[in-house]
């Protein structure tokens, strides 16, 4: 699997644990080892000038993904094949402020957004009220997953 985090804003970030996270994610998914994705991590203005280009939204958002081969998840029986997911763009700064209002540390936020973006990546989205449970759910459980797995590490 190859995951690339590059960090070009100003917040130290715990690179390691999104990694870990996506190959956990990617497992549970059933998504190919040879599966590639990037994560960058960019400041507010960075930010601010992708949402207005690509969503046409004022202001920084927290994440952005841009799918490339529109790979969806596999089953235990049909992997995933091999191809290039595409990118996750996540704002540290806008993550820690809604961290600290949701009363949860900037690890958790970026690794729950991180899960997200992955799953927009994936096909998923919340729109309308069926598919919002669907991957909100499907968020949940692998946040949880991860977490549990982390702790037996």
Known sequence: MSIEVNN????????????????????ELHVHQD???SIILVDE???EQLHVQWMDEPGPTDVLSFPMDELRPGTEDAITPA???????????????QAETAGHSPIDEML????????H?????HAEPEDEKEMF???RDILVGFTLAERRR
């Open 8 to 27: 070009e804003s100003a917040i130290p970030v715990d690179e390691p644990a999104l990694q870990r996270l996506i190959t956990y994610a990617l497992d």
């Open 35 to 37: 599966a590639e994705l």
């Open 45 to 47: 203005a960075a930010m």
């Open 83 to 97: 191809g290039l997911l595409g990118d996750i763009v996540l704002c540290p700064q806008v993550a820690i402020e």
């Open 112 to 119: 729950m957004l991180t899960t997200h973006g992955l799953l």
């Open 121 to 125: 990546l994936l096909g998923f989205d």
């Open 137 to 139: 759910g499907l968020q």
